[in-house]
């Protein structure tokens, strides 16, 4: 869950905050709890998250171009070509000539002189080059390693600024700030938490809400969770009244400004809490008895004058000054008939047993009214009907004042204990605060029947719940959503071997005969002559040839080719495979697990918002008031900030 996370680190920020608190800080430190806007808690944003580095990649040398290489490296090779072969052909034809001035004379010792200084000029020319080369080699690698770091310089410099830059607006930043309650939120359910934490809840929401209008705290944990809200307030100068029950019933004020009416009403109620049917009867000749009792008390109706009413009408000795004794006369006498007083002698002790311990309520209140911030709780008693009554009597009170009272109507808050309260009384209370406008809040400490039954009438919250049964009811409001998880892994492996062999047998015969014939002819003449001359006579002779040939060639050939062969092929193939399967699969998880309810920290609270279109929406929050101690902490919602945004 994405909330674990959260939920870690707003834990460790509480520790931070416990000890920042563990001291002893002034008092006025505290008072920034009551700036305006209503708070749930604080939310905790790291500043360093929206910390955006530098964006500018760090410069990079760039290398020589490769055209300097080759020409350095390709004067360099001509340059030892030029001189191998230099040393090689010209040191041979040094030699030679040399060799012939020893012979020829002075002539080819100058050429050789000149053959030498030639191959020295052909080599330092090479050498020049390659030397030129090189420098302009070593100049390119130079102006880039100067460019390069004045690159970097200047890049260096601007990080620097950005850092700079960065740092000054995250240490601007506030860390905490306020998650403030939703825009027109009616009712509130916060469920779980220990006493600590409900107590710190209290504080933190109380303080914000008396900027906006009157609160009514009902602290039924017996715990005093409210004690904080109250110690604070009166440090801010806010008017406070406390009322504290049983121990103090005297000053509470829980029946003052009710009408005789709904005073009778109110005890009616509180002692059939239960709401049987089989009580109907019952309950109908308590109010009976209760009206004609404060007829006859007039308008001066108190829990004391009717205790001492009700004890006048079973004849018991009073010992109060309750009442006047011509009104306890009155009301013996001729309130009742003594034959009907036989028959509801049993409502008069139970009722004169319910009102009794009641009798110093408000004894000594002294007319004073209510405070800005009206904290009604039930200190540690071990359990009675009596301190259950007063509970009981304590809420009905509120509601009925609530749907009477004159101006805009406070907030509430009820803290239950670990008893809970009557449905009955938290569904009259929420239906009067939704008539008039006003904004209930409950605290409740578990998870369980009752209370699951009112989850989801408005914002809910969750704090830390031990019990993995409510655990999971909380998961479940908060629902689930689908995701893709791993579902399985394949992964195949095989090998494939293939061996082939062929073998070829193959003859062939061939005949050819051929068959030449060829046919020559020739002829020849010629004449001659011949002459001769002697110093006698002369002589001539004359002399003539002729001659032919014919020649004929007849010939018969006739050849045959046997040719076999034979071929064998060996095939062999080799395959290998692998593969690897990954399979997902859709599953419906909760949205936040019952695992992860039950590991929350002590001050944290989940938020649970259901939108209009039926999605949830969950926020984490920290409820510690002693998170308004460290530094950095906003009591206004944190505004959105970009990563990176001054």
Request: proline residues 5%.
């Amino acid at each position: 869950m994405t909330h674990q996370t959260t939920a870690t680190a707003t834990a460790t920020a509480t520790g931070t905050a416990t000890a920042a608190g563990a001291g002893t800080p002034p008092p006025d430190h505290h008072l920034r709890l009551f700036a305006p806007g209503q708070r749930l808690g604080w939310t905790y944003r790291d500043p360093e998250s929206l910390r955006r580095p530098f964006p500018e990649p760090e410069p990079q040398r760039h290398p020589v171009p490769i055209a300097y290489e080759n020409r350095a490296h390709a004067a360099r090779l001509t340059h030892q070509e030029r001189k191998d072969s230099t040393i090689k052909t010209g040191g041979a034809i040094v030699l030679v000539l040399l060799l012939l001035a020893a012979v020829a004379g002075s002539f080819m010792a100058v050429l050789a002189v000149a053959a030498a200084v030639v191959c020295l000029v052909l080599v330092g020319h090479a050498g020049r080059s390659a030397t030129t080369a090189g420098a302009q080699l070593e100049a390119k690698r130079t102006e880039l390693e100067n460019h390069f770091q004045y690159a970097w310089h200047d890049w260096n410099q601007r990080r620097h600024q950005h850092d700079a830059a960065q740092d000054q607006w995250v240490r601007s930043l506030d860390a905490w700030g306020a998650l403030p309650a939703g825009p027109g939120t009616r009712r509130l359910d916060i469920f779980g938490g220990s006493q600590r934490s409900r107590e710190g809840f209290l504080t933190v929401f109380g303080t914000s809400t008396l900027q906006q209008r009157p609160l009514i705290v009902l602290d039924l944990t017996q715990a005093l969770v409210c004690q904080e809200l109250a110690t604070l307030a009166e440090l801010a100068d806010v008017p406070v009244d406390v009322q504290l029950l049983p121990s103090r019933m005297a000053e509470s004020g829980i029946v003052s400004g009710l009408t005789p009416q709904e005073l009778v009403d109110t005890l009616v109620e509180a002692v059939y809490a239960d709401g049987s049917e089989a009580n109907r009867a019952a309950r109908a000749m308590d109010t009976r008895i209760l009206h004609q009792l404060c007829g006859a008390l007039g308008g001066d109706v108190t829990p004391a004058r009717l205790g001492a009413g009700l004890r006048a009408l079973m004849g018991e000795t009073d010992d109060t000054e309750a009442l006047s004794r011509a009104e306890r006369n009155r009301i013996a006498d001729d309130l009742v008939g003594d034959k009907n007083k036989d028959q509801i002698r049993d409502s008069l002790l139970r009722l004169a047993s319910f009102v009794h311990p009641l009798e110093r309520l408000g004894a000594e209140r002294n007319g004073r009214g209510p405070g800005y911030l009206t904290c009604i709780a039930m200190d540690f008693t071990m359990g009675s009907a009596g301190t259950e009554l007063l509970a009981d009597l304590a809420v009905q009170s509120v509601t009925r004042r609530l749907a009477s009272f004159p101006e805009a109507a406070p907030s509430v808050v009820v803290a239950l204990g670990e008893k809970g309260l009557h449905r009955q009384y938290l569904e009259q209370l929420a239906s009067v605060c939704e008539r008039r406008g006003a904004q209930l809040t409950v605290l409740h400490p578990h998870l369980r029947e009752g209370s699951q039954e009112v989850i989801g009438s408005g914002t809910v919250g969750f704090m830390k719940l031990g019990n993995h049964q409510e655990a999971g009811v909380a998961a479940d409001f908060m629902g689930r959503h689908h995701s893709f998880v791993l579902h399985s892994l394949t992964n195949t492996d095989g090998t494939t071997v293939s061996t082939s062999v062929a073998k070829t047998f193959g003859s062939s015969v061939s005949k050819g005969t051929t068959y030449s014939e060829s046919v020559s002819r020739g002829s020849n003449w010629g004449n001659s002559s011949s002459s001769s001359y002697q110093s006698g006579p002369s002589s001539f002779s004359t002399s003539s040839s002729s001659g032919g040939s014919y020649n004929k060639t007849t010939g018969t050939s006739t050849s045959t080719t046997h040719s076999t062969n034979e071929s064998t092929s060996y095939t062999t193939s080799d395959g290998q495979s692998t593969s690897l399967a990954r399979g997902e699969q859709r599953v419906y998880e909760y949205a936040v697990e019952p695992t992860q309810l039950q590991a929350l920290a002590d001050f944290s609270l989940l938020v649970v918002e259901r939108r209009p279109d039926g999605s949830v929406t969950v926020q984490a929050a920290d409820c510690n008031p002693n998170i308004v101690l460290l530094d950095r902490v906003s009591t206004q919602p944190l505004p959105y900030a970009a990563p990176g945004t001054p």
